[in-house]
Structures are given as structure tokens and as C-alpha cells.
């Protein structure tokens, strides 16, 4: 499974069918119609407390149950709750299977795996995070560059003042210090030298590009 597909099920959650009858089946076992029961969806500790088994899902098409955490993060193939093509519908052994899933080492990892990326998915810590905010931060740097060198334009135009080249002696110089003195930032949406110049040295440079 993919990362992003599994982020994606992470964050949409598990979703249980909470209902008062479930289909039968016939039982191999004992020639009797069987069926699952909603009340496995909770636990009830010795002293009474209830708990929900959010990992635990039945499947309508399947007619069958599979463990969320597992079928998300399980390296093994020997266990039918995270068998995605087969699941687990043995209702006359759902106790003790459902406990022996639930207390087993695997299952207990898999639901750690889970219950940390979900931490992680809500406070915004994954890699794919970090990867979105660097990606973001260089998508606003050239937005920047560009929102100067358009306002450089617009000033030049609203002011007759040559952009590229110019028709009298020394006019470049003028429009480089009519630009500065109109204080346009630039020296943040440039990429940044060990020492950074003057910031009157940096504009005319950067408007000497744009007027060779």
C-alpha cells in the first residue's frame, strides 16, 4: 500500500457497521446458520469499563471482518484480519480469535504505527509535511521575485522611464535611482549571497539586468 493512500484512509478513519442483524452463514463446523454480532465492536474490562474496537471493521461484501491498523501496516500474510482478499468470518470462533487477534504482537504494533501517524497526520509532522512547506516556501519566494519585477515594470511605465536600453546618456543610472528612492524591496526575493551588498548596490544591479 501507498504512503499516500495510506495517509489518506488515516485521516478519513475507520468506519464500523453498527447494525442489530448481520446475514447468516453456515457454519462448516457444526451445520448451523451463524452470524457476527455488533456487541464485538466493544471490549469490557474486568471492572465494568467499556472500550471501542475502532480497528475493527465488517465488510458487507465479504461478509467478513478485518482489523483497520493491520490491513494498514501488517508485514505478515498468516493472519486472515488483515488478508485483505479474505478476512476473517469464523463466527462460532469469534472468542477467543477476536481476543488472541487483539492481545497479539503484531496487531499491538500495527495499532502503535497507526495511532502515531495519526498524531502525527493532525499536528502536520510527516515527512510529506515537511516536504509540502519547503515546496510552499519556494513556491512564495519566486511569487516575490516576480511581484518585483512587475512592480519595477508598472513604475517604469507609469513614469516614461526606459526599461531596456535607453535614448539619452546617463538615463539608465536616473531610472535605477528613481526606482530605489521608490523603495521597492528586492533584496528578500533574491537568492541570497554569503555578504549581502548594499541594498542601492543590489537594486542597481538587479535593474542593470533588465537594462544592459
Known amino acids: 500500500m501507498r504512503d499516500k493512500t495510506r495517509c489518506f484512509l488515516i485521516q478519513h478513519g ?5 447494525r442489530e442483524f448481520f446475514p447468516n452463514t453456515l457454519c462448516d463446523f457444526d451445520n448451523r446458520m451463524r452470524h457476527f454480532s455488533s456487541k464485538w ?22 461478509d467478513s471482518l478485518f ?19 479474505k478476512g476473517f468470518c469464523d463466527w462460532k470462533k ?33 515527512l510529506d509535511s515537511d516536504l509540502q512547506r519547503v515546496i510552499n516556501g519556494k513556491m512564495k519566494k519566486w511569487r516575490d521575485i516576480l511581484k518585483v519585477i512587475v512592480d519595477a515594470i508598472l513604475f517604469c511605465a507609469k513614469n516614461n522611464l526606459a526599461l531596456w536600453g535607453s535614448t539619452e546618456m546617463g538615463k539608465t543610472d536616473e531610472n535605477i535611482d528613481h526606482l530605489t528612492k521608490r523603495e521597492i524591496v528586492i533584496q528578500d526575493g533574491l537568492p541570497k549571497k554569503k555578504q549581502s551588498p548594499h541594498y542601492t548596490d543590489k537594486s542597481k544591479k538587479f535593474f542593470k539586468f533588465w537594462n544592459p
Open 14 to 18: 475507520p468506519e464500523q457497521e453498527r
Open 41 to 62: 465492536n466493544e471490549k469490557i474490562h474486568p471492572n465494568g469499563e467499556k472500550f471501542v474496537r475502532y480497528w475493527l471493521l465488517y465488510s458487507n461484501k465479504k
Open 67 to 85: 482489523c483497520f491498523c493491520c490491513l494498514l501496516f501488517s508485514t505478515t500474510k498468516t493472519n486472515n484480519f488483515s488478508e485483505i482478499s
Open 94 to 126: 469469534l472468542n477467543p480469535r477476536i481476543p488472541e487477534h487483539e492481545n497479539s504482537n503484531e496487531h499491538q504494533r500495527c495499532y502503535s504505527d497507526w495511532k502515531n501517524l495519526e498524531k502525527n497526520l493532525k499536528e502536520g509532522k510527516t
